[in-house]
C-alpha cells in the first residue's frame, strides 16, 4: 500500500544546516514535493523534483532523491529561525497527493 | 494573489450536533480536497472532488459528507459531531493533475467537539 514515512521532529541550531528524510513506498509517482506548513497557516509548496532526477537545487534548499532505497530528502542551508515549521513530504502514484507524517522543524539561537 | 478560504478558523461544538466547514477558491480548480490533520498522522484525505457535484471518498470517510453544487465552493459535513471529530481540517485545490500537482491549502478549521 502507499505509506509516507517521516521522522517527527529536528532541532538544529540557527546558521547549521538542517536534512529531513522522507521514504515512500510506491515507485509510481512521477512527482514527488515538500510542503511547508507555518503556524497556524496551511500548507504551501516549497519544492518539487521530477522522479527521473536525483538533485534538485533551489537557492538554500536542496532535494534529493534515491529512487532504488525510496528515499528523499530535503537540506536546507543555513537554516534561520524563519525556517521553523512542519515540513511534509508527498508522493503522487495517482493523481491524489499521499502526504508523510511531517517533520517538526526548531530552530534554536 | 490566489486564494482558498476557509469560513471559520476555530469552532466549538457538542456531541451530536451537525458541522459545516465551508471551503471557497477563485483560481477556478476543478479538483477541491478535505483533509484532516492530526499530530503524529500527518495528513489524511476525508473525501475529494474533481467536478461540481461529483464527490469521491478519501481514505478516512466514515462520518463525513461533502457537497460541491458549484465549482468554487466545497463543503465538509458532519452529521452528528462526536469528540474524536476533533481536528484540524484543512482544505485544498488544484487545476489538475499538472505539471506540478501543486495544491493550494486554506488556512484550515479547528474544530472542538465537546
Known amino acids: 500500500g502507499e505509506d509516507v514515512e517521516q521522522s517527527l521532529f529536528l532541532s538544529v541550531r540557527e546558521g547549521d544546516s538542517s536534512v529531513i528524510n522522507c521514504t515512500y513506498t510506491?515507485?509510481?509517482?512521477?512527482?514527488l514535493y515538500w510542503y511547508k506548513q507555518e503556524p497556524g497557516a496551511g500548507l504551501q509548496l516549497l519544492t518539487y523534483?521530477?522522479?527521473?532526477?536525483d538533485m534538485k537545487q533551489d537557492q538554500r534548499l536542496t532535494v534529493l532523491l534515491n529512487k532504488k532505497d525510496k528515499h528523499l530528502s530535503l537540506r536546507i542551508a543555513d537554516t534561520q529561525t524563519g525556517d521553523s515549521a512542519i515540513y511534509f513530504c508527498?508522493?503522487?502514484?495517482?493523481?491524489?497527493?499521499?502526504f508523510g507524517t511531517g517533520t517538526r522543524l526548531q530552530v534554536f539561537p | 494573489d490566489v486564494k482558498v478560504t476557509q469560513s471559520s478558523r476555530y469552532l466549538v461544538k457538542r456531541t451530536g450536533e451537525k458541522v459545516f466547514l465551508e471551503c471557497v477558491q477563485d483560481?477556478?480548480?476543478?479538483?477541491m480536497f478535505w483533509y484532516r490533520q492530526d499530530p503524529g498522522l500527518g495528513l489524511r484525505l476525508i473525501y475529494f472532488?474533481?467536478?461540481?457535484?461529483?464527490?469521491e471518498k478519501g481514505d478516512i470517510p466514515e462520518g463525513y459528507s461533502v457537497s460541491r453544487e458549484k465549482k468554487e465552493r466545497f463543503s465538509l459535513i458532519l452529521e452528528s459531531a462526536s469528540t474524536n471529530q476533533t481536528s484540524m481540517y484543512l482544505c485544498?485545490?488544484?487545476?489538475?493533475?499538472?505539471?506540478?500537482?501543486?495544491?493550494?491549502f486554506g488556512e484550515g478549521s479547528r474544530l472542538t467537539v465537546l
Open positions: 523534483i521530477f522522479s527521473n532526477m
Open positions: 510506491d515507485s509510481s509517482s512521477t512527482y
Open positions: 485544498a485545490s488544484t487545476a489538475g493533475a499538472g505539471a506540478t500537482g501543486e495544491l493550494f
Open positions: 483560481m477556478d480548480h476543478e479538483n
Open positions: 508527498a508522493e503522487s502514484p495517482t493523481d491524489k497527493l499521499i
Open positions: 472532488s474533481y467536478d461540481v457535484k461529483m464527490k
